[in-house]
């Protein structure tokens, strides 16, 4: 599989190339009243209206560049999302044997992350495509 590796703070994670659909540097945000607390608001895309997540607040983590940041557009389920994140690394490949199931063992839920990727000299946290696309979308913002 491809993934796209990024940055958010100072941990490195990744997102299946298939569910993304572009990069983009960072938009105007209209702020929605009484949307969930990682949803930063919403963009306009090319014509398009969509909800903005932002990646530090849903995965509780500190971010560095949140005001120049780059936004994921991803497509899940044929629903359209920016996911807000520091940097963009690279897109690289990764097999099954370089992914590790997620479980207790290390302290995280699978909610939010697929596995983890070995790489020679640190890991990478693969994120579920889905992220809080259900949340968001059932809330109405998106």
Do not use: C, Q, W
């Not at 659909?21 to 938009?27: A, G, I, K, P, Q």
Request: charged share 30%; hydrophobic share 40%; net charge negative.
């Amino acid at each position: 599989m491809k993934v796209v590796t990024f940055n958010i703070g100072d941990g490195e994670y990744a997102l299946d190339i298939n569910y993304i659909e572009s990069v983009v540097d960072m938009l105007p945000i209209t702020r929605v009243p009484e949307a969930p607390h990682e949803v930063e608001g919403i963009i306009n895309l090319r014509g398009e209206v969509m909800p903005l997540i932002n990646s530090s607040k849903l995965l509780g983590v500190e971010s560095r560049a949140e005001s120049k940041g780059k936004i994921i557009i991803l497509n899940y389920k044929n629903r359209k999302f920016g996911f807000l994140v520091d940097e963009i690394r690279e897109v690289i490949d990764v097999s099954e044997e370089d992914v590790e199931p997620v479980d207790e063992r290390i302290g995280v839920g699978g909610r939010y992350i697929d596995g983890i990727i070995k790489r020679k000299d640190k890991l990478v946290i693969l994120l579920k495509p889905s992220l809080a696309s259900e949340e968001v979308f059932s809330t109405g913002v998106g």
